[in-house]
Each structure stands twice: as structure tokens, then as C-alpha cells.
């Protein structure tokens, strides 16, 4: 109903298939008309709003789109997907996960890989916060090392999150910790390395619905600490440290790496930083 809507409007907009980065808002208005309540949007739709708009401003014909992981790339990659059947675009699409690499063979797009395809235009991928200086924390879908790896073959990594991924801090809205991929063998020693060199506590991240602990897709566990919120701390130099203990084999800091981050918002507005 809204696209006929809208086609009365503006045909042509409706025909290059770019109307529906405009549904966010018009939603929006259109709820605005009934009550209140119903003018806030869920979580979900702040994501959606968040990935469209990334996408429509960032992906363009003929180039290399790195895939994060996480429930906000679902919206992304079903945008890529919108616009490749309505515009044709031509793309090889480079994912971070096992679930990217399904995402991109689900929606039928050209599925890449960094042999092949070394330098990327653009990544895209959510992140579970962003602080002021536009650091993020990233790993809590488990993704973390393939999301650099990608990230740092990208010209441009472009987040897409929430209103809840927003801080002027981290930890400020995260609580989880920022997560370390380790060798299985190596996770106590890093624990205790980590937390008496920088405080805190780390946790060995547990599975859900399998006995034991989380193996990401590279064969690793994953330590989530708890940092200190209380300190002010230089976030490349942790890093940096961090990395060098043997054994760790990368963190969830994600350090200069984002150009820029797109915030979905409860009204339906989408907020933008840029590094
Ligand atoms: O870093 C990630 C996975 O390793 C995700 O990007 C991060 O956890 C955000 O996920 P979501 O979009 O589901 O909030």
C-alpha cells in the first residue's frame, strides 16, 4: 500500500528502487498521526533505517562490499540485494563470518573472497558500540578477527547500528566487555596477563546451546573482560599491548578503522558521525 502511495507520487522514484530508504521516516509520519506510542520505533526498524541508509549512500556499481556479521548486516545485505535486482549493480561481496558467507548465497550475490579480491571499496558491519572518537567494540557476535581482516583491506568501514550503540564512552552502554580471540591453549595465561596488567576480569565466553565454549569459525575461544569503566584509557595503546601477549590473536578494539557510522534513531531518523 505505501509503495502505491508513494508510486503515485513519485513514479520514478519508486521505478529506480531507492524509495524504500524513505520508509523509515514515513513511517514514522504516518504512525505519528495515531498515537504516540505507536510513533516509536522498535530496536529492529532503528537497525533497518540505520543499514538502508548506509548502504544506498556507500554502495555503489562496479565495486568490492566487504559483509559484517551481526543482525543489523541481515538489513544491509537485503538492501544490496534490493538494489541489485533493481539497478543492477555489479558487486563481489567479501563476508566476515560463516554467517555473512550464507547471507550472501541466500540473497544470490556475488560471493567474494580476499585471495581474489585484496582490496575492497567499502565494509560494511554493525558494531556493539561507538564511542566519540569513533572506537568501537566489536566481537560479540563472535566475528571479530574476520571483521578486521576485512575492514583493513577496506578503503571505508561503515557502521550501522542502533541508537542503543551510541556512546560518548565505552562501556558506557555495553556491558558485555571487549572480546579477545585466544588459542584454546593460551585462554588462561591471557586472562591473567590482561587482568593484572590492565584490571578488570575476563570471562571465557560460553556456548549456548552446546556443552563448553564458544569456538568461533576460526578454531578460537573468546574472552570477554570486564574493564575498568572508572579509567580513562588510550584505547590504541590497550590494543596494541593486548596483541602482543602470545596467543592472543586479535581483540574486539577496533582502533581508527571506521570513516563513519550511521545511528538508527527511536523516531526514525538516522544520526551520522564520521571520523
Ligand atoms: O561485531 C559483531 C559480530 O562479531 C557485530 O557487528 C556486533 O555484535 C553487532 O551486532 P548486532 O548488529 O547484532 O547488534
Not at 578488570?200 to 574472552?223: S, Y
Request: net charge neutral; glycine share 8%.
Amino acid at each position: 500500500m505505501f509503495r502505491q502511495l508513494l508510486h503515485s507520487l513519485s513514479p520514478s522514484l519508486v521505478q529506480s528502487g531507492r524509495w524504500s530508504s524513505l520508509v523509515c521516516s514515513t513511517n514514522l509520519t504516518l504512525f505519528s498521526t495515531q498515537t504516540t506510542a505507536t510513533a516509536k520505533m522498535s530496536l529492529e526498524e532503528a537497525k533497518k533505517c540505520a543499514a538502508y541508509k548506509a548502504v544506498d549512500e556507500y554502495v555503489k556499481d562496479n565495486t568490492v562490499v566487504g559483509v559484517g556479521s551481526g543482525s543489523t548486516v541481515v538489513y544491509a545485505v537485503h538492501r544490496i540485494a534490493e538494489r541489485v535486482k533493481a539497478e543492477g549493480l555489479k558487486l563481489v561481496c567479501i563476508p566476515t563470518s560463516f554467517q555473512a558467507r550464507q547471507l550472501i548465497i541466500e540473497h544470490g550475490l556475488v560471493l567474494g573472497d580476499l585471495e581474489c579480491n585484496p582490496r575492497l571499496d567499502c565494509a560494511i558491519d554493525g558494531a556493539d558500540e561507538v564511542d566519540a572518537k569513533m572506537v568501537l567494540i566489536k566481537g560479540g557476535g563472535g566475528c571479530l578477527l574476520q571483521e578486521k581482516i576485512v575492514a583493513s583491506c577496506a578503503d571505508r568501514l561503515v557502521v550501522i547500528a542502533d541508537y542503543t550503540k551510541d556512546s560518548a564512552k565505552l562501556g558506557q552502554q555495553y556491558r558485555k566487555g571487549i572480546p579477545i580471540e585466544v588459542a584454546p591453549m593460551a585462554y588462561v595465561p591471557i586472562k591473567g596477563k590482561v587482568e593484572s596488567r590492565f584490571g578488570g576480569t575476563l570471562k571465557l565466553r560460553m556456548a549456548v546451546a552446546k556443552a563448553g565454549p564458544v569456538v568461533t569459525d576460526n578454531g578460537n575461544f573468546i574472552l570477554d573482560w570486564s574493564f575498568p569503566a572508572d579509567k580513562e584509557h588510550d584505547w590504541d595503546a590497550v590494543n596494541r599491548e593486548i596483541m602482543m601477549i602470545p596467543g592472543v590473536v586479535d581483540t574486539g578494539l577496533f582502533v581508527g578503522m571506521a570513516t563513519k557510522a550511521y545511528f538508527g534513531q527511536q523516531d526514525g531518523s538516522v544520526t551520522e558521525r564520521s571520523a
